[in-house]
């Protein structure tokens, strides 16, 4: 897990404060792809205020579902089924996602919403999916569920803030929308293996370093340099 590698094991003597802190900086380190996930599929809505919008209230329905992951977390991680729920879903919306790519202009045809209240749902779903790996890596390094419910709920907030940061950049950089899916599929063949082979534990470090390769490929093309390059006929 994440917070062995971040910080050492704590004894039960630890300062809340410190716990909280913790569990924050936690949350904001595995949310870096939950954020350019949720605005990859936010991307599918017309405009930034119907984006921003579908965000808002998509994440408040997302903090609800996790405060419930959260309070049902010891009766959840019995059961391998959800990890599969999981990983089906993320996997189906990256093939959803790359088949819908047209091949004559090499340009990528999202399936779009017609409303907010059609991306809502699937971005606290996506949140979910997501937090499956947050909350357990929360609940191991603390049982207070008060003191998880409190990083998780400053967590929500950054990973708000961090979604529209990244709904910018999506428009500036060429490939960050495939390397959010790519990250999304990544994510739910994790839970997919995890579930599968319950013993077998893929170490954290490749992970994050997995992801953060397929970041830095995604922020290797500006869409102004493209616009720049000279046409090959003249």
């Not at 599929?41 to 017309?46: E, T, Y």
């Not at 609800?64 to 419930?68: C, D, H, K, P, Y």
């Not at 809502?120 to 971005?123: A, E, F, L, M, Y």
């Given at each position: 897990m994440?917070d062995k590698?971040?910080?050492?094991?704590?004894?039960v003597?630890?300062?809340t404060?410190m716990?909280?802190?913790v569990?924050?900086?936690?949350?904001?380190?595995l949310?870096?792809d939950?954020a350019?996930?949720?605005a990859s599929?936010?991307?599918?809505?017309?405009d930034?205020?119907l984006?921003?919008?579908a965000?808002?209230?998509?994440?408040?329905l997302a903090y609800?579902?996790?405060?419930?992951l959260?309070?049902?977390?010891?009766?959840v991680?019995?059961?391998?089924?959800f990890?599969?729920?999981g990983?089906?879903?993320?996997l189906w919306?990256v093939?959803?996602?790359f088949?819908?790519?047209t091949?004559e202009?090499?340009?990528n045809?999202?399936?779009k919403f017609?409303?907010?209240?059609?991306a809502?749902?699937?971005?606290a779903?996506?949140?979910?999916?997501f937090s499956?790996?947050?909350?357990?890596?929360a609940?191991a390094?603390?049982?207070d569920?008060?003191l998880?419910?409190?990083?998780?709920?400053?967590?929500i907030i950054?990973?708000?803030?961090?979604?529209?940061l990244?709904i910018?950049?999506?428009?500036?950089y060429t490939?960050?929308?495939d390397?959010?899916?790519?990250t999304?599929g990544?994510?739910?063949?994790k839970?997919l293996?995890r579930a599968?082979?319950?013993d077998l534990?893929?170490?954290e470090?490749?992970v994050?370093?997995?992801i953060g390769?397929?970041f830095?490929w995604?922020?290797s093309?500006?869409?102004?340099s493209?616009e720049?390059?000279p046409?090959a006929?003249?």
């Open positions: 994440i590698i971040l910080v050492p094991p704590l004894e003597g630890t300062s404060p716990l909280l802190l569990l924050v900086a936690l949350e904001a380190v949310s870096a939950n350019v996930a949720l599929i936010s991307q599918g809505l017309a930034d205020k984006r921003r919008q965000l808002n209230i998509g994440l408040m609800v579902l996790r405060m419930t959260i309070l049902a977390a010891t009766w991680v019995r059961y391998w089924q990890q599969v729920l990983a089906a879903y993320l919306l093939f959803q996602y088949s819908s790519k091949g202009d090499g340009e045809k999202v399936a017609t409303s907010v209240w059609q809502i749902p699937t971005i779903i996506t949140d979910l999916a499956l790996d947050s909350v357990a890596t609940i390094v603390s049982t569920t008060w998880v419910i409190s990083g998780a709920t400053i967590g950054i990973l708000r803030f961090m979604a529209g990244f910018r950049w999506l428009d500036e490939h960050l929308e390397a959010g899916y790519i999304v990544l994510v739910g063949i839970l293996v599968v082979f319950p534990e893929i170490p470090i490749v994050v370093g997995t390769i397929i830095a995604g922020f093309q500006r869409e102004d493209i720049k390059l046409d006929g003249e």
